[in-house]
Protein backbone atom coordinates (compact mmCIF):
# COMPACT_ATOMS: atom_id res chain seq x y z
CA UNK A 1 0.00 0.00 0.00
CA UNK A 2 1.29 3.68 -1.00
CA UNK A 3 2.15 5.49 2.75
CA UNK A 4 0.75 8.64 1.48
CA UNK A 5 -2.74 6.55 1.46
CA UNK A 6 -2.04 5.66 5.47
CA UNK A 7 -3.78 7.26 8.63
CA UNK A 8 -1.15 8.86 11.15
CA UNK A 9 -2.96 9.25 14.55
CA UNK A 10 -1.42 11.91 17.59
CA UNK A 11 -3.32 10.89 20.84
CA UNK A 12 -2.50 13.01 23.47
CA UNK A 13 -3.55 11.76 27.13
CA UNK A 14 -3.00 13.94 29.75
CA UNK A 15 -2.86 12.35 33.57
CA UNK A 16 -4.59 13.47 36.21
CA UNK A 17 -2.46 14.74 39.33
CA UNK A 18 -0.77 11.95 41.03
CA UNK A 19 -1.88 8.90 38.29
CA UNK A 20 0.72 8.96 35.71
CA UNK A 21 1.98 5.71 36.63
CA UNK A 22 -0.82 4.07 36.69
CA UNK A 23 -1.93 5.82 33.36
CA UNK A 24 1.40 4.51 31.97
CA UNK A 25 0.79 1.33 32.73
CA UNK A 26 -2.31 0.86 31.18
CA UNK A 27 -1.18 2.46 28.33
CA UNK A 28 1.68 0.09 27.83
CA UNK A 29 -0.72 -3.00 28.00
CA UNK A 30 -2.31 -1.10 24.85
CA UNK A 31 0.80 -2.15 22.63
CA UNK A 32 1.31 -5.96 22.12
CA UNK A 33 -2.32 -6.46 20.91
CA UNK A 34 -2.52 -2.98 19.02
CA UNK A 35 0.47 -4.12 17.29
CA UNK A 36 -1.40 -7.49 15.91
CA UNK A 37 -4.04 -6.04 14.98
CA UNK A 38 -4.93 -5.63 10.98
CA UNK A 39 -3.60 -2.66 9.84
CA UNK A 40 -1.34 -0.97 12.19
CA UNK A 41 1.97 0.09 10.87
CA UNK A 42 3.22 1.76 14.00
CA UNK A 43 1.99 2.05 17.97
CA UNK A 44 4.36 4.10 19.61
CA UNK A 45 4.21 5.38 23.17
CA UNK A 46 5.59 8.38 23.81
CA UNK A 47 6.11 10.69 27.26
CA UNK A 48 6.92 13.93 27.64
CA UNK A 49 10.29 14.62 29.03
CA UNK A 50 9.75 17.59 31.15
CA UNK A 51 5.98 16.77 32.47
CA UNK A 52 5.45 12.89 33.32
CA UNK A 53 2.15 13.32 33.27
CA UNK A 54 2.08 13.57 29.56
CA UNK A 55 1.90 10.95 26.31
CA UNK A 56 1.73 10.71 23.17
CA UNK A 57 0.54 7.31 21.00
CA UNK A 58 1.92 8.12 17.52
CA UNK A 59 -0.04 5.75 15.52
CA UNK A 60 0.26 4.89 11.76
CA UNK A 61 -2.59 2.77 10.15
CA UNK A 62 -3.10 1.58 6.84
CA UNK A 63 -7.12 3.03 6.66
CA UNK A 64 -8.98 4.83 8.47
CA UNK A 65 -11.30 1.87 8.66
CA UNK A 66 -8.71 -0.04 10.32
CA UNK A 67 -8.72 2.64 12.69
CA UNK A 68 -12.13 2.85 13.88
CA UNK A 69 -12.19 -0.83 13.77
CA UNK A 70 -9.01 -0.84 16.95
CA UNK A 71 -10.95 2.26 18.32
CA UNK A 72 -13.79 -0.82 19.46
CA UNK A 73 -11.17 -2.95 20.52
CA UNK A 74 -11.53 -4.98 23.77
CA UNK A 75 -8.17 -4.24 24.96
CA UNK A 76 -9.48 -0.19 24.10
CA UNK A 77 -12.33 -1.06 26.38
CA UNK A 78 -10.41 -2.27 29.25
CA UNK A 79 -8.00 0.48 29.33
CA UNK A 80 -10.85 3.25 29.12
CA UNK A 81 -12.38 1.11 32.56
CA UNK A 82 -8.71 1.04 34.45
CA UNK A 83 -8.37 4.36 33.99
CA UNK A 84 -11.53 5.83 34.35
CA UNK A 85 -11.16 9.03 36.50
CA UNK A 86 -7.31 9.12 36.26
CA UNK A 87 -6.72 10.96 33.06
CA UNK A 88 -7.51 14.66 32.86
CA UNK A 89 -7.62 15.07 28.92
CA UNK A 90 -7.58 12.89 25.57
CA UNK A 91 -7.15 14.47 22.29
CA UNK A 92 -6.96 12.67 19.38
CA UNK A 93 -5.78 14.19 15.89
CA UNK A 94 -6.11 12.44 12.41
CA UNK A 95 -3.09 13.32 9.93
CA UNK A 96 -2.30 12.59 6.18
CA UNK A 97 1.45 12.30 5.25
CA UNK A 98 2.22 14.79 2.81
CA UNK A 99 5.61 14.35 2.61
Not at 15 to 34: D, F, S
Request: net charge negative; proline share 4%; with cysteine.
Amino acid sequence: MNSMSNLTIIAQITAANGKAALVQRELEKLIPPTLREPGCLQYALHQDNADAAQFQFVEVWESRELWQQHMQAPHLAAYLAATEGAVDDFAVRELSRIG
